[in-house]
């Protein structure tokens, strides 16, 4: 009896669990459907970079805590920037003097380093960058000039000032107690760089995300007009994100001044593109509208991959010129593609 009494059980329930299951399957694949997998790019990007450099080179050691420890520290100050560019790109604005804004401002805080208190030394350095996106700002939304051109005109003077300072100097920075917050510590095993790099993700997100600063940005590169009309004063939001850029690329040149204990006139000269690559690969478009700050710090750690990982496959400096040119044009069109979708 008891082996009769199993079998109609199992009957019964075998086209129950078949249906359930069938059920779940199908609600699985419509939620797959709904997902837009542009949006997760830059992290299958990142594994998928990741895994080739793994693969291809980590017999040279591509893997090893060293390395990557090293990458976050070279990385630090693009990630940094990258954060303002998401700010500024998603306002339908373009901030193109970080990199002098950089030198500048790793200049002033190790002059005044010599003999200033490191905290006046720090507001300086942090000066810099808060009048240089002041001006900036209130050129392009007062007498209606776009920020590129605007800001083309800022890179020019403000590397002219950057060299006229120190008559092309380097200036080494002696005081420790900067050198480690700014760049060359560790809190344990994780360098004081990655502490930073996480901090201005942190802040960033949580004020993109979750502010109406965040909000009344994405409106304005959305749609300027219709942010106008529902009472966003988007001058204002257009001047704030070009502060929050420039004020971004003055504390990457003082984690640049940190990690090299010194401040030269040609820091941050070649991390325009690098920067506006990363924040593209990581989902910000060009035309504003729609970013993420996190997606931008992991585009700055590709980045960054790749240079490591090519220089460790021996690869001359001309050969990763090009490779840091191919990715920036596929960043680009994948931008223009969704602005099109």
């Keep these: 009896m008891r082996l009769f009494n199993r079998a109609p059980n199992r009957e019964r329930e075998g086209p129950t669990e078949g249906r359930g299951r069938g059920e779940a399957t199908v609600v699985l694949r419509a939620r797959l459907k709904r997902v837009d997998w542009r949006n997760y790019v830059v992290y299958l990007g990142f594994i998928a970079i990741l895994l080739f450099f793994a693969i291809a080179v980590g017999g040279r050691g591509f893997l090893s805590t060293t390395n990557l420890m090293n990458i976050v520290r070279q ?15 998603s306002a339908g604005e373009i901030d193109l003097s970080i990199g002098s804004v ?7 805080t190790a002059i005044l380093l010599r003999d200033a208190n490191m905290a ?3 507001l300086a350095g942090l000066g810099v960058g808060l009048v240089v996106g002041l001006f900036n700002g209130l050129v392009t939304v007062k007498v209606r000039i776009p920020s590129f051109l605007v800001t083309l005109g800022t890179l020019s003077i403000v590397a002219g000032l950057a060299r006229t300072i120190t008559d092309l100097q ?7 107690t900067f050198n480690g917050v700014f760049g060359s510590a560790s809190l344990g095993p994780v360098p004081v760089l990655l502490v930073w790099t996480a901090g201005a993700m942190v802040v960033g997100h949580a004020v993109y995300r979750h502010t109406r ?8 590169g959305g749609n300027r007009s219709a942010a106008d009309s529902v009472g966003i004063r988007t001058d204002r939001i257009k001047v704030a994100v070009l502060v929050i850029s420039a004020m971004t690329a003055s504390l990457a040149g003082m984690l640049y001044a940190g990690r090299l204990h010194g401040a030269r006139y040609t820091l941050g000269e070649a991390d325009l593109l690098t920067v506006i690559a990363a924040v593209v690969i990581g989902g910000t478009s060009l035309f504003g509208g729609k970013g993420s700050v996190i997606g931008a710090v992991v585009g700055s750690i590709i980045m960054g991959m790749v240079n490591n990982g090519l220089i460790l496959m021996g690869l001359q400096v001309s050969e990763q010129m090009v490779a840091r040119g191919i990715i920036i044009i596929l960043a680009v069109a994948l931008s223009l593609r969704e602005a099109r979708e």
């Design 213 to 220: 600063l965040g909000r009344h940005i994405l409106a304005t």
């Design 120 to 122: 006046v030394a720090i």
């Design 102 to 108: 950089v030198a500048l401002s790793a200049l002033v």
């Design 75 to 89: 990385t630090a100050p693009v990630s940094v920037m990258a954060v303002g560019m998401a700010f500024a790109l």
């Design 170 to 176: 380097a200036v080494p920075i002696l005081n420790q």
